[in-house]
């Protein structure tokens, strides 16, 4: 499976963008997706992840309430939205995708094994 994420840009604080992840080589509807951050000096985390049939959600809890993960199967697309940005939602953004994953594991970057290249978020205050 190939990712390719977009989407980012800056925009101030309160703002909102909406982040595209096209997969390409495999059903999309057969994995997992999650979205994953990395801001400059910080340890990339998790920030949302939907399963296989978009039934179930979760969201780390500095973006609850302001993000939503979703899938779009039939264009083998995922999104996030985001809104209320904050200048601490400044990272690269990363769409990821495994197999099913287990719910315990699903916060962690080293369940998925695919990944695209990042898109960047900058909020400026």
């Known amino acids: 499976v190939q990712l390719q994420a977009s989407g980012g840009g800056l925009v101030q604080a309160g703002g909102f963008l909406r982040l595209s992840c096209v997969a390409s080589g495999r059903p999309f509807r057969s994995y997992t997706m999650a979205w994953f951050r990395q801001a400059p000096g910080k340890e990339r985390e998790f920030v949302a992840a939907?399963?296989?049939?978009?039934?179930?959600?979760f969201y780390a809890d500095s973006v609850k309430g302001r993000f939503t993960i979703s899938r779009d199967n039939a264009k083998n697309t995922g999104y996030l939205q985001m809104n209320s940005l904050k200048p601490e939602d400044t990272a690269v953004y990363y769409c990821t995708a495994h197999g099913s994953v287990i719910i315990s594991s699903i916060r962690y970057d080293a369940s998925y094994h695919y990944w695209g290249q990042g898109t960047l978020v900058t909020v400026s205050s």
């Open positions: 939907i399963r296989l049939s978009g039934g179930s959600t």
